[in-house]
């Protein structure tokens, strides 16, 4: 009965594995399949012979290392700054009883609560006079914005998780406050900081409804709306789009290995805290 | 150990200048966010709104001017519009519950120790890391008939008569982004969860299981109880989350076809982005979040009524 139920468990938890991957696992194999295979072969799972071609031609004849490039700037800035900003306030919110925090926590909450859609014709309309559209500054600052109030309440689980006599007693001993934060509580939260900067990276690196608002023309294009003006003209090549397709995927799935096992544990934290 | 030495001292009282830079502190820290909140964030909000009374439309220079409830009167006759509720209601509640269905049962699956389990996470997780444009395209090509396995398999199972793609289906259509979605929210689902029942203390099973409960019991009367409010919270936050989450519709079927796959969300941004008349996108907005205020609202007072009922 319990090896029954034990071959129930792995073979359940394999199906969700391929269920996760098999869209993927496509996505790179279509990558790799020449252009004379790909309709002759549509559903065999491994090419009768695999080529890097499409990745070539991407690579050489388009306009992705550029998307890549300005992805990268945008997703990388934003991750930094949001991480750096919030670990300040995320303290702040640890650490201090003060008055008006009530509010601040409440403004962060409300900008988590309604539809960023709505601010789509606004933010446009604020940033044109400031030569902000079609700029990577420009989304770094709006991306910036959106990711701060969840990244706040982030780090402040995190340095709910250190205790407050570390920096008390450093205190004490002279040092100021901003000496203590830096010297001792943020080197105990790099895990925190790792997951963080993960997080915001990640979703930086998706964004997509402000960057098609916001940005027109290849220069300043990220990948999200490179691949899609990709997409939507050159729809017959395939392996092309897809090979794109991987490159793009890269770079999140690496951040993500890295941060996903702060994940659970960050959250247990906050679970048992709360 | 230090203590005694400050303590011993009698403590002279603050300067007025050292008391306002121990008020400021609190501010100092804060203020770098807060001013990006309040700019990009609640500034726009504001203006968003106003705009819903306005003739905002970017490609004509005469535009701007007040116009009342113009907006929300056409609003009342727009079919498109009304199609759009109901679709919204149908992804959001769809997609919410498969991915909390499957969610759930990831997330008891994982809670078991085995050989391997770090690794298995890491790979069902992985999903969630994927950009959500690329889960459309992803998914997109693999209805395509022509590149895609999926509506191959679906005739050898022989739920379809022919392989033909669903996006292109107005019946079937919905169930393309749904199936992405699903894809790639059970992570999020399994991740809360999961952490939830970490945190289930694991002498009350042991406890549990020396009282004779079976396994049945056990879920029922220990694991859901604590579950409850991690399932509660999560679900609500989801709920208005997927409702506003456009992107899998824009890129899969850009709400066609023929308005099938038309969410509010999306409705919004074909308005802002392709008709320009920002106007009447920020009156389709106001009404959408009136809408999901008040759903939070009775989530929140059920919510309320159930716990003093306990």
Same mark, same amino acid.
């Given at each position: 009965? !319990?090896?029954?139920?034990?071959?129930?468990?792995?073979?359940?938890?394999?199906?969700?594995?391929?269920?996760?991957?098999?869209?993927?696992?496509?996505? %790179?194999?279509?990558?790799?399949?020449?252009?004379?295979?790909?309709?002759?072969?549509?559903?065999?799972?491994?090419?009768?012979?695999?080529?890097?071609?499409?990745?070539?031609?991407?690579?050489?004849?388009?306009?992705?290392?550029?998307?890549?490039?300005?992805?990268?700037?945008?997703?990388?800035?934003?991750?930094?700054?949001?991480?750096?900003? !919030?670990?300040?306030?995320?303290?702040?919110?640890?650490?201090?009883?003060?008055?008006?925090?009530?509010?601040?926590?409440?403004?962060?909450?409300?900008?988590?609560?309604?539809? %960023?859609?709505?601010?789509?014709?606004?933010?446009?309309?604020?940033?044109?006079?400031?030569?902000?559209?079609?700029?990577?500054?420009?989304?770094?600052?709006?991306?910036?914005?959106?990711?701060?109030?969840?990244?706040?309440?982030?780090?402040? !689980?995190?340095?709910?998780?250190?205790?407050?006599?570390?920096?008390?007693?450093?205190?004490?001993?002279?040092?100021?406050?901003?000496?203590?934060?830096?010297?001792?509580?943020?080197?105990?939260?790099?895990?925190?900081?790792?997951?963080?900067?993960?997080?915001?990276?990640?979703?930086?690196?998706?964004?997509?409804?402000?960057?098609?608002?916001?940005?027109?023309?290849?220069? !300043?294009?990220?990948?999200?709306?490179?691949?899609?003006?990709?997409?939507?003209?050159?729809?017959?090549?395939?392996?092309?789009?897809?090979?794109?397709?991987?490159?793009?995927?890269?770079?999140?799935?690496?951040?993500?290995?890295?941060?996903?096992?702060?994940?659970?544990?960050?959250?247990?934290?906050?679970?048992?805290?709360? | 150990?230090?203590?005694?030495?400050?303590?011993?001292?009698?403590?002279?009282?603050?300067?007025?200048?050292?008391?306002?830079?121990?008020?400021?502190?609190?501010?100092?820290?804060?203020?770098?966010?807060?001013?990006?909140?309040?700019?990009?964030?609640?500034?726009?909000?504001?203006?968003?709104?106003?705009?819903?009374?306005?003739? &905002?439309?970017?490609?004509?220079?005469?535009?701007?001017?007040?116009?009342?409830?113009?907006?929300?009167?056409?609003?009342?006759?727009?079919?498109?519009?009304?199609?759009?509720?109901?679709?919204?209601?149908?992804?959001?509640?769809?997609?919410?519950?498969?991915?909390?269905?499957?969610?759930?049962?990831?997330?008891?699956?994982?809670?078991?120790?085995?050989?391997?389990?770090?690794?298995?996470?890491?790979?069902?997780?992985?999903?969630?890391?994927?950009?959500?444009?690329?889960?459309?395209?992803?998914?997109?090509?693999?209805?395509?008939?022509?590149?895609?396995?999926?509506?191959?398999?679906?005739?050898?199972?022989? &739920?379809?008569?022919?392989?033909?793609?669903?996006?292109?289906?107005?019946?079937?259509?919905?169930?393309?982004?749904?199936?992405?979605?699903?894809?790639?929210?059970?992570?999020?689902?399994?991740?809360?969860?999961?952490?939830?029942?970490?945190?289930?203390?694991?002498?009350?099973?042991?406890?549990?299981?020396?009282?004779?409960?079976?396994?049945?019991?056990?879920?029922?009367?220990?694991?859901?109880?604590?579950?409850?409010?991690?399932?509660?919270?999560?679900?609500?936050?989801?709920?208005?989350? &997927?409702?506003?989450?456009?992107?899998?519709?824009?890129?899969?079927?850009?709400?066609?076809?023929?308005?099938?796959?038309?969410?509010?969300?999306?409705?919004?941004?074909?308005?802002?982005?392709?008709?320009?008349?920002?106007?009447?996108?920020?009156?389709?907005?106001?009404?959408?979040?009136?809408?999901?205020?008040?759903?939070?609202?009775?989530?929140?007072?059920?919510?309320?009524?159930?716990?003093?009922?306990?």
């Amino acid at each position: 009965m !319990s090896i029954l139920l034990t071959i129930a468990h792995r073979l359940a938890i394999l199906a969700y594995v391929v269920f996760a991957l098999f869209p993927l696992y496509w996505l %790179l194999k279509v990558s790799v399949t020449p252009n004379d295979l790909l309709y002759s072969e549509g559903v065999r799972m491994w090419p009768s012979h695999a080529t890097l071609e499409h990745y070539r031609y991407v690579l050489e004849n388009s306009a992705f290392p550029i998307f890549f490039r300005n992805s990268l700037i945008v997703a990388g800035s934003t991750a930094l700054v949001v991480t750096l900003i !919030s670990s300040l306030s995320g303290y702040a919110l640890s650490r201090f009883t003060f008055r008006g925090k009530y509010a601040v926590v409440a403004l962060m909450l409300i900008t988590q609560m309604f539809p %960023l859609v709505m601010l789509v014709a606004p933010i446009f309309k604020m940033l044109s006079p400031l030569g902000l559209t079609n700029s990577l500054m420009g989304l770094i600052i709006v991306y910036t914005a959106f990711n701060v109030p969840f990244a706040t309440f982030l780090m402040q !689980s995190f340095f709910d998780g250190i205790p407050r006599d570390l920096e008390d007693s450093a205190m004490i001993d002279g040092a100021s406050r901003f000496t203590a934060f830096r010297q001792i509580i943020l080197p105990l939260t790099l895990p925190g900081i790792a997951a963080t900067l993960g997080f915001v990276f990640t979703a930086a690196w998706s964004e997509l409804l402000f960057a098609l608002m916001l940005i027109s023309g290849n220069d !300043s294009a990220t990948f999200p709306v490179g691949l899609l003006t990709f997409v939507s003209k050159f729809s017959v090549d395939f392996g092309q789009m897809m090979a794109a397709g991987v490159m793009a995927l890269v770079p999140a799935c690496l951040f993500f290995l890295l941060i996903q096992r702060y994940l659970v544990q960050g959250l247990t934290a906050g679970a048992v805290k709360g | 150990m230090t203590l005694s030495t400050t303590g011993s001292r009698p403590r002279p009282l603050k300067p007025f200048a050292r008391r306002l830079a121990d008020a400021a502190e609190p501010w100092l820290y804060t203020a770098p966010v807060l001013v990006l909140i309040i700019a990009v964030m609640l500034v726009p909000l504001i203006l968003g709104l106003s705009y819903a009374f306005r003739d &905002i439309q970017l490609l004509n220079p005469f535009s701007g001017g007040f116009v009342g409830l113009d907006h929300f009167r056409e609003l009342s006759q727009d079919t498109a519009f009304y199609r759009a509720l109901r679709n919204t209601l149908w992804w959001t509640g769809a997609s919410v519950f498969l991915q909390f269905f499957f969610g759930l049962i990831l997330a008891l699956l994982l809670d078991k120790p085995f050989a391997g389990r770090g690794l298995a996470q890491a790979l069902v997780f992985l999903p969630w890391a994927v950009p959500t444009f690329l889960a459309g395209l992803n998914w997109a090509w693999m209805f395509n008939p022509v590149i895609g396995p999926l509506p191959h398999w679906m005739v050898s199972l022989g &739920i379809m008569s022919a392989p033909n793609n669903i996006l292109a289906d107005p019946h079937l259509a919905m169930w393309g982004p749904i199936i992405a979605n699903v894809w790639w929210g059970i992570p999020f689902f399994a991740i809360t969860l999961l952490a939830a029942l970490q945190a289930i203390p694991r002498d009350l099973y042991e406890a549990a299981a020396i009282d004779g409960a079976n396994p049945l019991q056990r879920f029922t009367s220990i694991t859901l109880p604590f579950l409850a409010p991690t399932i509660a919270i999560t679900v609500l936050l989801r709920t208005v989350w &997927i409702a506003n989450f456009a992107d899998l519709i824009i890129v899969m079927t850009n709400g066609g076809p023929a308005d099938r796959t038309q969410i509010v969300a999306s409705y919004i941004f074909t308005q802002a982005f392709k008709r320009l008349d920002f106007g009447y996108a920020s009156a389709i907005a106001l009404v959408l979040l009136v809408l999901l205020l008040a759903y939070s609202m009775v989530i929140v007072v059920i919510r309320q009524r159930l716990i003093e009922k306990d």
